[in-house]
């Protein structure tokens, strides 16, 4: 299907495939180019397939998402975006995995149109960011400034940098952060280029994680 987006599924479990398989099959503008039951398999997939989005189930038996999203952003050349998909939105496996480069994480119990939305917006180079899941989990993972960290931070990030990335962290969009600062949206996309390159960070997630990591963003 020319121009479609390729979806490349990963799950252990048939029926969860077959699931959402069903849904995106559905869409004039989504196409699923392969399966996958184990993160083992999914480089080999990649490297054959070069699906746009994988949906990557956290939880495998041989090799966990964790580690074939490690691998897939190690070695594949412009790797596809990955959606980590999990059972419970506090899951240890999930903030490892967003660390590793996931581009978000979706509940399986997620609404299909849900799912459909978040495939779309990741292929469009967003990500997915839910503020109270990653502030929950980074609250156990934080150092809370302790170690100086915040103050290393402040250095490195001018102050309007760092209001982009505060409300980065609350989930606002470009156009959202633009009105919040009175400034434009190309504007805010030249901040958050700085915050991730001052931060080497690959997206705004990642970005948003190693802010809590270093208490420059204290969980509340």
Known sequence: ????????LVDDERLIRAGL?????????????????????????????RPDVILM?????????????????????????????TTFEN?????????AGAHG??????????????????????????PAAIRALA???????????GARWHERLTEREGDVLRLMARGHSNA?????????PQTVKTHVGNV???LNARDRTQAVILAYETGYIVPS
């Not at 299907?1 to 490349?8: K, Q």
């Not at 994480?105 to 839910?130: C, N, S, W, Y």
Request: aromatic fraction near 4%; hydrophobic fraction near 45%; proline fraction near 6%.
């Open 176 to 184: 959202e952060i633009a009105a919040e600062l009175f400034v434009s």
């Open 1 to 8: 299907m020319t121009g479609a987006t390729g979806v490349l």
């Open 105 to 130: 994480f979706l509940l399986k119990r997620t609404r299909p149109e849900e799912i459909l939305q978040a495939i779309r917006m990741v292929a469009h180079g967003d990500t997915l960011l839910f």
């Open 21 to 49: 398989a069903a849904i995106i099959a559905a869409e004039p503008d989504l196409e699923v180019v392969g399966e996958a039951g184990d993160g083992a398999e999914v480089p080999g997939q990649v490297a054959r397939l």
């Open 196 to 198: 991730l390159a001052k």
């Open 91 to 99: 899951d240890e496996y999930v903030y490892d995995a967003l660390k």
């Open 57 to 85: 189930d956290v939880r495998m038996p041989r090799l966990d998402g964790i580690q074939a999203t490690r691998r897939i952003l190690e070695t594949v050349p412009d790797p596809p975006k990955i959606i980590v998909v």
């Open 139 to 149: 609250a156990r993972h934080g150092t809370g400034g302790g170690d100086g960290a």
